[in-house]
């Protein structure tokens, strides 16, 4: 037999047994799923049966069909919108992050200069409310220090 004849005999033999397959799938009053043939007793419900013959033809034909329509210019706006607001929002939010670490870094190094005044035994003043300079003595030195070392832990 030439490579022809095998192929068209191969082709046919196929197409033979697509419809000798289960052309019918149902649930009998058991509960049990019925693969046939012949078509189910008239007793079976129809929303119990399956798959039938004009069934599979029509889903077949009907999937191809089955394609997600297109957005519609407005809704594709809708979306884009949305998104650019929502995008907006995230770099607002990124901008405030990133203002509020640059605040606190260089509170941080002004803390830092302060305890190295504080350490250093330099005689640090302050103006009371009359503009009256007066110079810390030891005790409100080491309060200050303690003060100073509270905000260094948060850095």
Known sequence: MSNTGRCLFSVLFMLSCA????????????????????P????IASKKILKNQSNSLASKAAEPEAKPTPATLSSRNEDYNKRRVEQ???????????????????????????????D?????VRTDKNGQRNFLDDAERQKESEAVKKHLADC
């Open 120 to 124: 250093g035994g330099s005689r640090i």
């Open 40 to 43: 189910p007793p008239a007793s």
């Open 88 to 118: 907006a929002e995230k770099d607002r939010k990124a901008a405030a992050d990133q203002q509020l670490a640059d605040n606190k870094k260089q509170n941080c190094e002004r803390a830092r200069s302060y305890q190295q005044s504080l």
């Open 19 to 38: 419809n000798a397959s289960a052309q019918y799938v149902w649930v009998d009053e058991k509960g049990v799923k019925q693969f046939t043939d012949t």
